[in-house]
């Protein structure tokens, strides 16, 4: 074994025990993390275990002879709920109450534990030697000399140690006198029987609880100490009495006390030993190698296993668990054992065989990545916010009189609730660019949302807030401010690129300015988004200037998914004729809406007719008060011949009519 | 020296600091002109030369006149040359990009990772975030009590709600497992997946901890597969992500759903495993955990474990990203200033 602490701490350390520092003054100390599975390391003797396995050397343990009975001092032990304490161990010791002597007070306090008194202190040096937590009660302080291992009563409450009352119930087991708890059982003992400068007569507790029941109760009363830490995890069963007997051997040494009357030990029924079967072969299956029978033998057994030949068919061990390894129940335990001492470095880096093709990605993941596409492509860069937000940031996201999904046991009123939209997030972060002297924000996110009262579910969802210039900034020509149009052509170019053909109707969205908000529907009308103006009061209530035009889009992932017409199409063939292109100017009355225009001129036009475009919108002089010059230019062309002008001029002339019927609208 | 000398030498310092077309013409003037040029001065004082002397002379005078007029023909000629051509335009002045956005620095990440298990052979799953207590904790050999649940502070939902796969949840996921679960439930092995996605834990928000992260969990399953498999393929991916030069090693650890189970750590780069600040004096950084999956795990989910073995892995993907790029306070990830996220690629 190296004399150096770090080299120590090292080995050990790839064991699987973690270091969290190793101390060299005024002696020695290394302190290890724990994982959860080992509550038998929560002590001296279980690390010397793992040292004695790593440097094969003989584990010398504390001494601990069998206590004599001495008649005198009665003590009535009652275990009234054996599946909440499968075994209970007392014994009565007469005591004198004192002062540690150096050597006990030094290794407490190196070991962080801070020294109070002989009795006080060989409770807790015997817990961190051995790992049994044990707990001493005044003898004389507990009504009719009795201790009773039985649940709470209703309404029953104790005042623990740390002088607080709590109310306890039927879940909770307590170590009771004739009539009232003196203990939590495993987490605390109470106020009433604590040892003083005064007693004369102790009862010293060593018992194993329930884990479950010992955590059960840490929680509700919310009080987690060394005892409970140790029981929660699975105490020994074993080691109750070893607790008692290694406690008398100490006071007998330091001269606290003597143990009177019998040692009691209630254990109604006593575990059996698990024994496991080990095969070489799945050894060598698991770790991809074989270990030599040799090493698999002393490994097991330098870490208190019982291992015995087991042979049949093939090379196996039989191996009896020792009752403080709670961890070990079954044959992958036992080769992680294994694994563990003969060394993770020493087994060879393969590849695993590909047998069969794996299924193609999930489509949702193919879209997503492709609006991340789209977007980044248009000048957004990508956010990332949290799924759970403010409840007056969410609230006006919600649908009409309902609540955000909230989280029970929330970190903080910050993320008090799911967020029903992305926007709150998006919203709140190009506030905080804002405040960093940032005006042109382009920002997005694809994630989960969770709507809002009864309709309140898991959805995906990307969204999007556009604000300030939306021209880059250059020498050459003026700023101009974002407006309804630049977001809605990002969001027809994600309908683009999902295949998904949109119609946009004026949306009384209410976080969205009305006039400036479009709900975004598929063919069939089904709802895909929002897209607009937010209101100012919101984004002015997240630290944005009301005057700041904000401007943000909505869509569902899964709705847009639903709509799409697929990747599976059929590219069209090139146009081989010329087409032949007509403008027209017409006045309309300046509320018409061009999908009401387009869908007149689509429904007048022949097939000839490829494409509506606006390209120029005039109201001011020479244009009558609420009418408006409206430009269009209509491009015809035949799949199959050169088209003529008198048809396009058939054509147009209908169009016109058209117009003029059924909108009033007058050519100019 | 004579007069024609000092001239000349005069011109030739004139000469050399016009740098523009008009100081050339300057110069011209100032030793051409007719009317007080230098060099027409010096013809015109010919008269006072003695009779003898004067051939010479204004055959000096004559020459320095002819070299005059060559050496400002041959700059100019020059100048002409440089001069930019009609519609030329300013190519320092800068140009007009269009505007691209920035990924974010963690699906950045999280594409990369996924590009490498799929060249590996891996399938990526997608997953509900809200889960019930079965899929994200029993399944996964952490029954209720389980001191391990410790691990993972759970955030519960103060009512269930439907998930992204339409069943109750009653909480927020604290890993992807749930998806894993859920894949093994409905398909029979082998199976070959990573499972990315947020996932979110009762954790403070502070420089090294946020409430909600991203994860990166994988699993593979199949007759034969081992520790040895699990060392060879994520030695490989850390290889990759981090650079050929980092060693590797497996440290023995703890988790509920994996036996045995392994700590993978990478040597520090800032450090060259030396010690220093960001490894804790250890020379090694933790970048994720792993294991044999437990036969518990199997059989929750219908799989035969003497027949089947497996591994899985699980990796926080800001903590990668923390030590990949040097990213020294972890809620830099979710303010979203431009100014961080614009020092990421498109």
């Given at each position: 074994?190296?004399?150096?602490?770090?080299?120590?701490?090292?080995?050990?350390?790839?064991?699987?025990?973690?270091?969290?520092?190793?101390?060299?003054?005024?002696?020695?100390?290394?302190?290890?993390?724990?994982?959860?599975?080992?509550?038998?390391?929560?002590?001296?003797?279980?690390?010397?275990?793992?040292?004695?396995?790593?440097?094969?050397?003989?584990?010398?343990?504390?001494?601990?002879?069998?206590?004599?009975?001495?008649?005198?001092?009665?003590?009535?032990?009652?275990?009234?709920?054996?599946?909440?304490?499968?075994?209970?161990?007392?014994?009565?010791?007469?005591?004198?109450?004192?002062?540690?002597?150096?050597?006990?007070?030094?290794?407490?306090?190196?070991?962080?534990?801070?020294?109070?008194?002989?009795?006080?202190?060989?409770?807790?040096?015997?817990?961190?030697?051995?790992?049994?937590?044990?707990?001493?009660?005044?003898?004389?302080?507990?009504?009719?000399?009795?201790?009773?291992?039985?649940?709470?009563?209703?309404?029953?409450?104790?005042?623990?140690?740390?002088?607080?009352?709590?109310?306890?119930?039927?879940?909770?087991?307590?170590?009771?006198?004739?009539?009232?708890?003196?203990?939590?059982?495993?987490?605390?003992?109470?106020?009433?029987?604590?040892?003083?400068?005064?007693?004369?007569?102790?009862?010293?507790?060593?018992?194993?609880?329930?884990?479950?029941?010992?955590?059960?109760?840490?929680?509700?009363?919310?009080?987690?100490?060394?005892?409970?830490?140790?029981?929660?995890?699975?105490?020994?069963?074993?080691?109750?009495?070893?607790?008692?007997?290694?406690?008398?051997?100490?006071?007998?040494?330091?001269?606290?006390?003597?143990?009177?009357?019998?040692?009691i030990d209630r254990y109604p029924a006593p575990r059996i030993q698990t024994a496991i079967r080990l095969r070489a072969s799945r050894i060598a299956r698991?770790?991809?190698?074989?270990?030599?029978?040799?090493?698999?033998?002393?490994?097991?057994?330098?870490?208190?296993?019982?291992?015995?030949?087991?042979?049949?068919?093939?090379?196996?061990?039989?191996?009896?668990?020792?009752?403080?390894?709670?961890?070990?129940?079954?044959?992958?335990?036992?080769?992680?054992?294994?694994?563990?001492?003969?060394?993770?470095?020493?087994?060879?880096?393969?590849?695993?065989?590909?047998?069969?093709?794996?299924?193609?990605?999930?489509?949702?993941?193919?879209?997503?990545?492709?609006?991340?596409?789209?977007?980044?492509?248009?000048?957004?860069?990508?956010?990332?916010?949290?799924?759970?937000?403010?409840?007056?940031?969410?609230?006006?996201?919600?649908?009409?009189?309902?609540?955000?999904?909230?989280?029970?046991?929330?970190?903080?009123?910050?993320?008090?609730?799911?967020?029903?939209?992305?926007?709150?997030?998006?919203?709140?972060?190009?506030?905080?660019?804002?405040?960093?002297?940032?005006?042109?924000?382009?920002?997005?996110?694809?994630?989960?949302?969770?709507?809002?009262?009864?309709?309140?579910?898991?959805?995906?969802?990307?969204?999007?807030?556009?604000?300030?210039?939306?021209?880059?900034?250059?020498?050459?020509?003026?700023?101009?401010?974002?407006?309804?149009?630049?977001?809605?052509?990002?969001?027809?170019?994600?309908?683009?690129?999902?295949?998904?053909?949109?119609?946009?109707?004026?949306?009384?969205?209410?976080?969205?300015?009305?006039?400036?908000?479009?709900?975004?529907?598929?063919?069939?009308?089904?709802?895909?988004?929002?897209?607009?103006?937010?209101?100012?009061?919101?984004?002015?209530?997240?630290?944005?200037?009301?005057?700041?035009?904000?401007?943000?889009?909505?869509?569902?992932?899964?709705?847009?998914?639903?709509?799409?017409?697929?990747?599976?199409?059929?590219?069209?063939?090139?146009?081989?004729?010329?087409?032949?292109?007509?403008?027209?100017?017409?006045?309309?009355?300046?509320?018409?809406?061009?999908?009401?225009?387009?869908?007149?001129?689509?429904?007048?036009?022949?097939?000839?007719?490829?494409?509506?475009?606006?390209?120029?919108?005039?109201?001011?002089?020479?244009?009558?008060?609420?009418?408006?010059?409206?430009?269009?230019?209509?491009?015809?062309?035949?799949?199959?011949?050169?088209?003529?002008?008198?048809?396009?001029?058939?054509?147009?002339?209908?169009?016109?009519?058209?117009?003029?019927?059924r909108h009033n609208a007058e050519r100019r | 020296m004579s007069d024609i000398d000092k001239l000349r030498q005069e011109f030739e310092r004139d000469l050399?600091?016009?740098?523009?077309?008009?100081?050339?013409?300057?110069?011209?003037?100032?030793?051409?002109?007719?009317?007080?040029?230098?060099?027409?001065?010096?013809?015109?004082?010919?008269?006072?030369?003695?009779?003898?002397?004067?051939p010479r002379v204004g055959q000096q005078v004559n020459q320095l006149k002819a070299e005059i007029e060559a050496a400002l023909e041959a700059r100019l000629?020059?100048?002409?040359?440089?001069?930019?051509?009609?519609?030329?335009?300013?190519?320092?002045?800068?140009?007009?990009?269009?505007?691209?956005?920035?990924?974010?620095?963690?699906?950045?990440?999280?594409?990369?990772?996924?590009?490498?298990?799929?060249?590996?052979?891996?399938?990526?799953?997608?997953?509900?975030?809200?889960?019930?207590?079965?899929?994200?904790?029993?399944?996964?050999?952490?029954?209720?009590?389980?001191?391990?649940?410790?691990?993972?502070?759970?955030?519960?939902?103060?009512?269930?709600?439907?998930?992204?796969?339409?069943?109750?949840?009653?909480?927020?996921?604290?890993?992807?497992?749930?998806?894993?679960?859920?894949?093994?439930?409905?398909?029979?092995?082998?199976?070959?997946?990573?499972?990315?996605?947020?996932?979110?834990?009762?954790?403070?928000?502070?420089?090294?901890?946020?409430?909600?992260?991203?994860?990166?969990?994988?699993?593979?399953?199949?007759?034969?597969?081992?520790?040895?498999?699990?060392?060879?393929?994520?030695?490989?991916?850390?290889?990759?992500?981090?650079?050929?030069?980092?060693?590797?090693?497996?440290?023995?650890?703890?988790?509920?759903?994996?036996?045995?189970?392994?700590?993978?750590?990478?040597?520090?780069?800032?450090?060259?495993?030396?010690?220093?600040?960001?490894?804790?004096?250890?020379?090694?950084?933790?970048?994720?955990?792993?294991?044999?999956?437990?036969?518990?795990?199997?059989?929750?989910?219908?799989?035969?474990?003497?027949?089947?073995?497996?591994?899985?892995?699980?990796?926080?993907?800001?903590?990668?990203?923390?030590?990949?790029?040097?990213?020294?306070?972890?809620?830099?990830?979710?303010?979203?200033?431009?100014?961080?996220?614009?020092?990421?690629?498109?």
């Amino acid at each position: 074994m190296p004399d150096n602490p770090d080299r120590i701490a090292h080995e050990i350390s790839l064991r699987g025990f973690e270091v969290a520092a190793v101390e060299s003054l005024p002696q020695p100390v290394i302190d290890f993390e724990i994982t959860a599975n080992r509550p038998d390391c929560l002590s001296h003797v279980g690390i010397a275990r793992e040292a004695s396995a790593i440097w094969q050397l003989p584990l010398a343990l504390p001494e601990a002879p069998a206590i004599p009975a001495v008649a005198g001092a009665d003590l009535d032990v009652r275990l009234e709920a054996p599946d909440l304490c499968p075994r209970y161990c007392a014994q009565v010791f007469e005591i004198k109450v004192g002062p540690s002597p150096q050597w006990l007070a030094d290794r407490l306090s190196a070991a962080g534990v801070r020294p109070i008194s002989n009795i006080v202190d060989i409770t807790n040096y015997v817990m961190l030697e051995i790992g049994q937590p044990m707990h001493a009660f005044d003898l004389e302080r507990l009504g009719g000399r009795a201790l009773v291992i039985r649940r709470a009563s209703p309404g029953e409450r104790i005042r623990t140690l740390d002088g607080v009352e709590r109310a306890l119930d039927q879940d909770v087991l307590v170590i009771a006198d004739a009539t009232h708890a003196n203990a939590v059982a495993g987490v605390m003992g109470g106020h009433d029987s604590e040892i003083g400068s005064s007693t004369r007569l102790m009862a010293l507790e060593s018992a194993y609880f329930h884990p479950p029941s010992v955590r059960r109760t840490s929680k509700r009363l919310g009080l987690k100490t060394e005892a409970s830490i140790r029981f929660e995890r699975g105490g020994d069963v074993g080691a109750a009495p070893a607790g008692i007997a290694r406690a008398a051997a100490l006071m007998a040494e330091i001269g606290a006390g003597v143990p009177r009357g019998a040692f009691i030990d209630r254990y109604p029924a006593p575990r059996i030993q698990t024994a496991i079967r080990l095969r070489a072969s799945r050894i060598a299956r698991l770790l991809g190698q074989e270990v030599p029978a040799e090493a698999v033998g002393r490994i097991l057994t330098a870490l208190g296993f019982e291992v015995a030949t087991d042979n049949q068919a093939e090379t196996a061990w039989r191996v009896t668990v020792p009752t403080f390894r709670v961890d070990v129940a079954r044959e992958a335990d036992l080769i992680e054992e294994v694994g563990r001492h003969y060394g993770f470095d020493r087994l060879p880096t393969t590849f695993p065989v590909l047998s069969a093709p794996q299924p193609p990605p999930p489509s949702s993941l193919v879209h997503e990545r492709r609006v991340r596409h789209v977007l980044t492509a248009a000048g957004f860069s990508e956010a990332s916010t949290f799924a759970f937000i403010e409840r007056e940031a969410a609230q006006p996201f919600c649908a009409a009189d309902s609540e955000p999904a909230a989280i029970a046991n929330p970190l903080s009123e910050k993320f008090a609730v799911l967020r029903p939209s992305l926007l709150p997030g998006l919203i709140d972060s190009a506030a905080h660019n804002r405040k960093r002297e940032r005006r042109d924000i382009q920002l997005y996110e694809a994630g989960s949302r969770f709507g809002s009262g009864a309709a309140a579910a898991e959805g995906r969802a990307v969204a999007l807030v556009w604000s300030g210039a939306a021209n880059g900034p250059h020498w050459s020509a003026p700023t101009r401010f974002v407006d309804f149009f630049d977001v809605k052509g990002v969001v027809e170019q994600i309908c683009a690129a999902l295949a998904v053909t949109a119609a946009f109707v004026p949306s009384a969205t209410p976080f969205l300015v009305r006039g400036r908000a479009a709900d975004v529907r598929a063919a069939d009308g089904r709802h895909l988004g929002i897209v607009g103006q937010v209101l100012p009061a919101i984004v002015e209530a997240r630290g944005i200037p009301a005057m700041d035009e904000v401007f943000a889009a909505e869509l569902d992932l899964q709705a847009l998914a639903g709509a799409s017409a697929g990747d599976d199409k059929r590219v069209e063939s090139l146009p081989r004729f010329p087409s032949i292109v007509r403008d027209i100017s017409m006045l309309v009355d300046d509320t018409l809406p061009a999908a009401a225009v387009r869908d007149t001129i689509r429904s007048a036009a022949p097939p000839t007719l490829v494409s509506i475009a606006e390209f120029d919108r005039y109201q001011g002089k020479g244009v009558p008060d609420g009418r408006l010059s409206l430009s269009l230019r209509l491009t015809y062309r035949a799949a199959d011949r050169t088209l003529t002008d008198d048809e396009a001029q058939a054509a147009t002339e209908k169009i016109v009519e058209a117009l003029r019927t059924r909108h009033n609208a007058e050519r100019r | 020296m004579s007069d024609i000398d000092k001239l000349r030498q005069e011109f030739e310092r004139d000469l050399a600091a016009a740098a523009t077309d008009a100081a050339l013409r300057v110069v011209r003037d100032r030793y051409l002109a007719r009317k007080d040029g230098l060099v027409s001065n010096l013809l015109k004082g010919l008269g006072q030369v003695p009779p003898g002397e004067r051939p010479r002379v204004g055959q000096q005078v004559n020459q320095l006149k002819a070299e005059i007029e060559a050496a400002l023909e041959a700059r100019l000629a020059a100048a002409a040359a440089a001069r930019p051509p009609a519609g030329a335009v300013d190519v320092t002045l800068p140009g007009r990009q269009p505007r691209l956005g920035h990924r974010h620095p963690l699906t950045l990440l999280r594409d990369r990772i996924e590009a490498i298990f799929t060249r590996f052979g891996f399938l990526v799953l997608d997953g509900p975030e809200l889960e019930d207590d079965y899929h994200n904790f029993e399944a996964l050999n952490m029954p209720p009590e389980h001191p391990a649940r410790d691990m993972q502070d759970t955030l519960y939902l103060a009512a269930p709600i439907r998930s992204a796969v339409g069943s109750p949840a009653t909480l927020l996921r604290t890993h992807t497992s749930g998806m894993q679960i859920r894949h093994m439930e409905s398909s029979p092995p082998p199976v070959r997946l990573i499972a990315p996605g947020r996932v979110y834990r009762r954790d403070q928000f502070d420089l090294t901890h946020t409430p909600m992260f991203t994860q990166v969990e994988g699993l593979v399953v199949g007759e034969d597969v081992s520790l040895a498999d699990l060392k060879g393929t994520l030695t490989a991916f850390v290889r990759e992500l981090f650079g050929p030069e980092r060693r590797v090693r497996f440290r023995p650890s703890f988790f509920p759903y994996t036996e045995p189970s392994a700590e993978l750590d990478i040597s520090c780069a800032s450090c060259a495993g030396a010690g220093c600040q960001m490894c804790k004096q250890s020379g090694w950084l933790e970048i994720l955990g792993s294991g044999m999956v437990h036969p518990a795990v199997f059989e929750a989910v219908g799989y035969d474990p003497e027949r089947y073995t497996g591994f899985a892995f699980g990796m926080g993907i800001e903590r990668v990203a923390l030590l990949k790029w040097g990213v020294e306070d972890i809620r830099l990830f979710y303010e979203n200033d431009l100014r961080f996220l614009e020092q990421f690629p498109l």
